[in-house]
Nanobody, 123 residues
Framework: QVQLVESGGGLVQAGGSLRLSCVASGRTFSSNAMGWFRQGPGKEREFVAFIRSDINTGYTDSVKGRFTISRDNAKNTVYLQMNSLKPEDTAVYYC?????????????????WGQGTQVTVSS
């Protein structure tokens, strides 16, 4: 049974940093693309970042230069380092895993999803 478990969320002041982690179990994902999405209050789930099996990465424009996605295949873990956080980054952040080496910003590219971790940025 595949499981993705996020951690690292919390309450932080604007300008602060958080590091989210997503640990996968049930199978290895070293050959699969991984992604982070978020869903703010009253909003639809939106793409944040992806990292492909070849370590190629992509970001939504609003987080470029502030967020960094990375992975540790030995730990079956993907990270999202979030710096210079803004109140508009407040959301539940979800980890996702694709069933193939590449993926894009589309939600439908991803097969497995975590339960999410809350990030709240105060002004």
């Amino acid at each position: 049974q595949v499981q993705l478990v996020e951690s690292g969320g919390g309450l932080v002041q604007a300008g602060g940093s958080l590091r989210l982690s997503c640990v996968a179990s049930g199978r290895t994902f070293s050959s699969n693309a991984m992604g982070w999405f978020r869903q703010g209050p009253g909003k639809e789930r939106e793409f944040v970042a992806f990292i492909r099996s070849d370590i190629n990465t992509g970001y939504t424009d609003s987080v470029k230069g502030r967020f960094t996605i990375s992975r540790d295949n030995a730990k079956n873990t993907v990270y999202l380092q979030m710096n210079s956080l803004k109140p508009e980054d407040t959301a539940v952040y979800y980890c996702a895993a694709a069933s193939r080496p590449w993926a894009t910003q589309r939600l439908t590219d991803y097969t497995y999803w975590g339960q999410g971790t809350q990030v709240t940025v105060s002004s």
